[in-house]
């Protein structure tokens, strides 16, 4: 179980090189405002109304139920239709399904993501995670795609992907990781689903299970059209109350810490995190999710352990950063950028300092 080679190359950056490059990074990725916005777009456009959430329960089931489930009700026809198209396109072949409209089923996933649990309001939190995704997304073998990146406000330690490059991580996530490296690592484990396509196998491969057969059967009177949707609906329920194959994980683990590497950051903050999820019990409720959808974190280590072996001991060791500190350099360093910015001429012919 090697790590792929191609995220090996060399162009592992040194801490002053990725610290410029997060600062530069506006110039280059979504702001985040853009970003919110179109993640806006995603709930008029692809999902259902939303109901109250419920009191959060303790199985992990339930956790899912109350962070997604008001996003499964059956919609109109016009959003069924769209969700018969998708349906039809994951019982082909995944070598039929191209990018865009790959993308166009991550845009649905995406909405049901978002259907009960709202974007986090902290700005400065969004336009960080959504920078420090879009740095290390460009590292990967596929940094063509959307790649957007976002926050959810839930208190759960959590972190979903969906097909064609869209990637969310909870409030809670973000503030246990002990620094930068373990959030990267993170990143770089979901970024790794997208490029694989592990998520859109595992939806194809259950809607070819005979899913579409129930669809079919359960059509009354022009009922076929809510059926359809709330069936493409449950599809991503299923997906991520289940999560992935055991062998999808183990593979998100192995080129996720390579790609860590890549991008200028620890590889072994990916290990952290699991050695902080191996002490967790599954009947905490902040961590009862994210156990229930993968393999034993133990079991994970020793696998990680298998394939990294020494040959990544050369690019550990960094300085740790936490997540407050990077953002406060950031924050300075705008700051500093907007202080630093040319006076204007009004058309009253007054100096007046460039707009912010």
């Known amino acids: 179980m090697n790590l792929p080679h191609f995220l090996l190359r ?90 865009p409209k790959e993308i166009e089923i991550g845009r649905q996933l995406a909405a049901v993501l978002l259907g009960s649990k709202p974007l986090h ?29 976002a926050v959810l406000d839930d208190a759960g330690f959590n972190a979903f992907a969906a097909p064609g490059g869209y990637v969310f991580v909870t409030k809670g996530l973000v503030e246990r990781v002990a620094d930068e490296a373990e959030l990267a690592g993170i990143l770089a484990h979901e970024i790794t689903h997208v490029t694989a396509r592990h998520h859109l196998q595992a939806i194809a491969k259950t809607a070819r299970a005979g899913l579409l057969t129930r669809v079919i059967g359960s059509q009354v009177k022009g009922e076929l059209a809510g059926a359809v949707s709330a069936q493409f609906l449950n599809l991503g329920r299923d997906l991520y109350s289940r999560g992935l194959d055991q ?32 002490t967790a019990t599954p009947d905490n409720p902040l961590f009862a999710l994210s156990l229930s959808t993968h393999p034993p974190a133990q079991q994970r280590l020793d696998l990680l352990e298998q394939a990294m072996g020494n040959r990544m001991d050369g690019l550990s060791g960094q300085s740790a950063i936490t997540v407050a500190q990077r953002m406060e350099r950031l924050a300075a360093a705008r700051t500093a950028s907007r202080a630093d910015a040319p006076a204007v001429t009004s058309p009253t012919g007054r100096r007046v300092p460039a707009k912010k």
Request: with cysteine; glycine share 10%; aromatic share 6%.
């Open 121 to 149: 309001p902290d700005m400065a939190l969004q336009r960080y995670v959504n920078q420090l995704g879009r740095w290390i997304s460009l590292q990967s073998s596929r940094p063509q795609l959307p790649w957007t990146f």
């Open 247 to 278: 062998t999808d994980e183990f593979d998100a683990d192995r080129s996720g810490v390579a790609l860590a590497a890549r991008a200028g950051f620890d590889p072994y903050g990916l290990v952290a995190v699991l050695q902080q999820l191996r």
């Open 10 to 99: 060399p162009a592992w950056l040194p801490p002053l090189a990725l610290a410029a490059g997060l600062a530069c990074m506006p110039a280059h990725a979504q702001d985040a405002g853009k970003a919110l916005n179109l993640l806006g777009s995603f709930l008029r456009q692809a999902a259902p109304a939303q109901a109250p959430a419920p009191a959060q329960p303790a199985s992990p089931g339930g956790l899912l139920e109350n962070m997604l489930g008001a996003s499964f009700a059956p919609a109109g026809a016009g959003q069924a239709s769209r969700a018969g198209d998708l349906i039809g396109l994951l019982s082909q072949s995944l070598e039929q399904i191209d990018e």
